[in-house]
């Protein structure tokens, strides 16, 4: 039994290295790239997460690891939600599911901030990270509301068209509506990987266009900075079968359980029967998106989509939050130039985090570095905002 005590040394010696590396290269406060000195003080006094370290699950940092045990390790808190379907004017619908919708006075004269969330890709008010903003928010007594893309969450189809990242025009038509339902709510815009591209594209057409953005500041998670950068990281070995095969597996689902509405193929947009034989991400844009939505090539797609060429038309406070070890988007893609030249844009960036995931703790079933994050974000901005205000007059 001569081998017990060197099997205990060797696992004390691997231990130590393990805790050392990970005290050392893992445990860090997020990085804060901002020109603006007076929101990098707003933050570090009303946001104070991102200037603490942050203390990423010790056994499960790994980026891969993290972006797909958040999925299934974390838990799912009751939330009670009320689905309200809206009519475009292309004759498609979304839904928008609420939370802690109602007021004690009517919907014109009700003052309660309001926070719309968006997804990521395929996603809707079922996932759990979206369950727990939503908790997050009704403890802070904020009125949120989900954004559903056109056949996630079960909100079916009613026209042959889905979505894209560049294209917010469906977005355009929610807030609208948002505000003409509650002109006097404030409205923050949240939104995680294709939702925070959303949002960016969103409040640039709004730059171009001279409209009033409706919004007093805006959250993004792990946004794909670029999207040329992202497709190919989609498709190495690692996650081509496990991120890339899931993502268009669920778009496919989509077409699937609306296919009623694909049932006239000679006036279809794109191939239906070439679009269900996909089975990664770059033949979903090829077959489907660049037909969809008018793209001559994937390349003018991604172009059109990808926010790391649209930061200069954010015309109010919006807060990045990425990982340098997101799978999707390597600090490479990040335009660290363009944000600094844009006093209105934060960037945090941890040294782990994974894609959407960010747990920390022994046992991440709850509340990580997401949540915290847009917990304080939302409360800064929605009572503290006049402190930046003042300061800058």
């Known amino acids: 039994m001569l081998w017990v005590p060197v099997l205990l040394a060797l696992l004390v010696v691997l231990g130590s290295l393990y ?18 000195k007076k929101m990098r003080r707003f933050l570090e006094e009303h946001c104070p997460v991102l200037y603490q370290s942050y203390w990423p699950t010790f056994w499960a940092f790994q980026a891969h690891i993290q972006t797909i045990s958040r999925v299934f390790l974390q838990s ?21 599911d609420w939370c802690n919708e109602m007021d004690t006075v009517e919907d014109s004269e009700s003052c309660r901030p309001t926070v719309i969330i968006l997804p990521g890709l395929s996603g809707s008010s079922g996932e759990n990270y979206i369950s727990h903003f939503l908790k997050d928010m009704s403890e802070c007594n904020y009125r949120s509301v989900v954004f559903n893309y056109r056949g996630c969450g079960n909100t079916g189809l009613s026209t042959p068209v889905l979505y894209c990242a560049g294209n917010v025009d469906d977005l355009h038509e929610a807030i609208d509506h ?26 640039n057409e709004c730059y171009k266009l001279k409209k009033d953005p409706q919004l007093i500041a805006a959250f993004t998670i792990s946004v794909p900075w670029n999207l040329h950068i992202a497709t190919s990281r989609i498709h190495q070995p690692i996650s081509r079968y496990t991120i890339n095969a899931f993502l268009t597996n669920k778009i496919r689902q989509i077409l699937k359980r609306n296919q009623d509405i694909f049932s006239d193929r000679k006036n279809l ?64 893609a990040i335009p660290e130039d363009d944000i600094l030249n844009n006093e209105n844009i934060t960037l945090a960036i941890t040294s782990k985090g994974g894609h959407v995931a960010f747990m920390q703790g022994a046992l991440p079933f709850g509340k990580n570095l997401m949540d915290h994050t847009l917990m304080q974000f939302t409360k800064a901005m929605f009572h503290h905002q006049h402190e930046l205000q003042q300061s800058s007059s």
């Open 19 to 36: 805790a050392t590396y990970y005290l050392v290269r893992v445990v860090s406060p997020p990085k804060i790239i901002t020109s603006n």
């Open 269 to 332: 947009s794109f191939d239906y029967d070439t679009v269900m034989k996909c089975y990664c991400f770059e033949d979903l844009e090829r077959h489907l998106s660049c037909p969809m939505f008018g793209f001559k090539n994937s390349v003018a797609l991604r172009d059109h989509g990808s926010p790391h060429s649209r930061v200069d038309g954010i015309t109010i406070p919006l807060l990045c939050l990425n990982s340098e070890d997101d799978p999707f988007c390597p600090t490479v």
């Open 76 to 96: 799912w808190p009751s939330i009670t939600m009320k689905r309200e379907r809206i009519i475009l004017s292309d004759g498609g619908h979304i839904c928008l």
């Open 178 to 203: 948002i505000k003409q339902r509650f002109p006097k709510s404030p409205l923050i815009a949240a939104g995680t990987s294709l939702g925070g591209i959303q949002i960016i594209c969103y409040l």
